[in-house]
């Protein structure tokens, strides 16, 4: 008659079907494997450009390939959640004090959508877009 | 039994206890501190305290008006000796609390703020947001944490004193995670183990307030002092219980009635104060017992507030505005919103008088010395008398530190020069615990139901000890409360296994309160007078001739306890008028 | 007062008798506006007196009453009866030892609490000299990192300290958060030892649980993420900057 406590395990590879959070956060950190592989992408691209016109117009014809196009709806998917994510966290990494208050998180988060946002736009602006 | 060797043995790990093994451990860092509590001291009940600890710090503020007005408030039954220790203790413990990282509210200028608090004259009531014994109490444990002297003995319930050559000298205690028995010798003990609110069936207090650590004094010869003041906090919530601090009423709250009137003005707290401008000592705020037996006349009037969890009045605290309230009193908005349905922001919140705090309890000098040589008791468990007949709001907080201090300096006086315990002669003693527990396990013909006694002790309380008594009603309940205890005799232990037990804990807590809740009734019928929160329909005056002592109610077994009085000590305020209206100097 | 009957599940276990917990179903006559706790006290006084939990404020500032209902970490004098609907499921929480029923074993929580120095750290001024001058505003810095139960809620939540226990965790780090930000202490390199460690606050994926499940607002998830800043400033301080200490 003496103590036994029970240790429950952790399944190791199903634990994050235990709650809709973990399945969440599990998304968003698989979405930094869609970005490592768009980055592959972008440095591939440049070897392409950088072996002249013809490997660089196989690379632009093997971009319109339906695998491609899937593949890039799935990355960019996966940026935008990975961004907003980001994004949404910062705010609890870097508490703005004015005084005995603090900036609510909304506005510090919502600063690094606006600076995104700018961002894009000049990139797509540079790029000739318009 | 396992044996373990220590040289001071603190029960309870409250602020009192925390304070105490502190103290010992700042004092003499050579000394074995054992402090054992039946929860981990997170839990201690300290942490529910929400509105604050009095001192004197501010230049408007004297020790002579925080020592009248505490003497006042507790109807003169304190003793002023011990008031007079207090007061000038106070705001050094509150500095040192400051200094170990107790997060006080500020002034703009970064000094220490202070707010109202009811019977006080002027602000002195240090206070953090409206969680102030959670803050206290969390910094002194995560305090005592740099101290390797202190070795916490968490979650053993603490069952009877080791008694040998006249001092106590330790205690034994079950582990409570595996239902093994333990004795602790040591040269000193110190009870710190809270009051025993849970006796009755409405009150602020959580569940371990059992009063075991008044109960094992009591048992071991220690007499019980003053039990029968037994205060109610104006404003619990109505179905649960739970406290709104009388800072609620600090910042500028008010009590009506079912018509809008705030009644108190009724009751010789007047004349009427404006709305959200609180004048200290008067209408809201005016002691304890005194608003707590205004609800009383007005339930008898039939002008409550009929409401599904019984008959309330009504604390409006609409007028202090959201961001007050979110900044003071974010706690009381919770607890109202979440167990209510009420924001007190929108609307006036329906509350009762609910019991709170004993002020009676283990008899000690101002010392904390019991007439047990060796035994010592502070805090909620201990009688003083600091609080006389009455506490004052946000003195008990302070209590709590200068006599776990004191209890702690007085123990380390005793131990000098002492001999180690006979390690034979407690183990003999501790027999009689092995015992004890043994008879609950191996009984098979109870017929007790412990929650059915529990049940018939909480009613009686109730119904015979509560804010208003009266002879026959005490009669009936003192008679009852010895029956119960005959019966307890043959309560049934219905879980006979050994890991962390709580059948067999509650069945030990209501041993406890039976105890005390003798001592409560029997010193209730005895005093034949109206004194602070003692009130009797029969007897109404105070009666100083008769009554200016302390009742001390002694155990004798089951038998009913033998009562002697005590005289207060009386230095320089001899008994006066209790003058809350707002025309007093 | 309008009444409801609640059906609990409750996991069972003890030592004596189990080798492994089992599920009880209870059956139990509520007021509608009770929490889980209430239901659980009828159970014991009218039902079954040998069921084991712990309790005791009824107010959600003690910490005591932490255990798994329907799956989510929560106080249970804080979970509301009318939240819920069907079979209630209540269990220990989450990664901890079960010692009997519903009660679990503190231990390494506890340990972990002590590891981190939570408390002041410097040289103590005489009590003589008052107090030390703190303005609301620092006041404020640090009171949300003050606020902690100690319920272990955030641990139950934390997939991290799930998978690997070492993990100091969301509570104690806070806590020493709390301590660096409080203008009256100097321990921050001490604590920092404990914290930057790679079972401190380097084991944390942000997850987040931990903030969504606290009882007490603390956002422990906003002081590790703040941690690690710091942790970062220092490390480069010392290894990459002229004049860093080594």
New interface residues.
Partial sequence: ????????E?P?TS??F??P??LR?MAR?ITCIFVGAYCVLLVVALQRLAAGPEAWAGFLQGLRSADSIVFHLLALAAALYHAGTWFN?TQ????L?V????VPGNVISGAHYVVWVVLSLAILFFAGVF | MDTIRTDVAIIGAGGAGLRAAIALAQTDPTLRIALISK??P????T??AEGGAAGVIKPDDSFDLHFDDTVGGGDWLSDQDCVEYFIHEAP?EL??L????C??????????AVRPFGGMKKKRTWFA?D?SG??IL?TLF??S??FPSITRH?EYYALDLLVDDGRCQGLTAMEM?SGELRQFHAKAVIICGGGAGRMFPFSTN???KTGDGMAMAYRAGAPLKDMEFVQYHPTGLP??G??LTEACRGEGGILVNKNGRRYLQDYGMGPETPVGQPQLKTMELGPRDRVSQAYWHELQKGNTVTT??GECVLLDMRHLGEKKINERLP?VR??AE??L?VDIVKEAVPIRPVVHYMMGGISTNTAAATPLPGLFAAGECACVSLNGANRLGSNSLVELLVFGRRAALSAIEHIQGLPAPDAAALGACADATQKRIDTLYARTDGTES??GLRREMMDTMEKNVGIYRTEAGLQEGVAKIHELRQRYGRVIL??K???????LF?VLELGSMLDCAEAVTVGALARRESRGAHQRLDYVDRDDRNFLRHTMVYHQGLDAPRVDYLDVVITKSPPGVRDYSGDHK | ?KERTVQLEVLR?????DT??HFQRYEVVCQE?WVVLDALNKV???ID??L?????????????CGMMIN??PKLSC?A?LRDYEGVIRVEPL??F?????L?T??DDF?EK??RV????IGK??P?EE??????????????QY?????CMLCYAAC?EY??TPHFVGPAALT?AHR?NL?S??EGRKERMEVVATKEGVWEC?????C??VCPAHV?P??AL??L??VGSIDWIVEHLLPGGKS
């Fill in positions: 008659m003496s103590r036994r406590p029970l240790i429950r952790v190791p634990w994050f235990r709650h959070r973990y956060y950190e966290a609890k990494a870097m508490p004090q005084g005995e208050n603090f | 929860v981990y997170m839990r201690s009940h942490c529910a050094k500095l040192q400051e200094h170990w990282g997060p006080w509210n500020r002034e703009a200028d970064g000094s220490v947001a969680k959670f803050h969390h995560q305090t944490l740099q968490d995670r959580g569940a371990i179905n649960t739970s406290l599904q969890w706690l919770e607890l979440a167990y349905g412990m929650s219905t879980d296994s050994k890991v962390f037990n709580t059948d509650q | 007062m276990y003890n030592p004596d008798t492994e917990a506006e014991k006084a009218d007196p040998t084991n939990y712990r309790w005791s404020c009824h107010m959600a500032v003690c910490g005591s799956g989510e804080h509301f989450t990664h030892p079960v010692e009997r029923d009660v074993a503190p506890m609490l002590k120095k939570p408390y002041v103590m001024k009590i008052g107090e030390h001058r703190q303005t609301p505003a620092q006041l404020m810095k640090f009171r003050s606020m902690c139960i100690n997939p799930g998978l806590l301590y409080d009256r202490d994926t942000f997850v987040g649980a903030s969504e956002d998830a906003s993420q703040q690690k800043i």
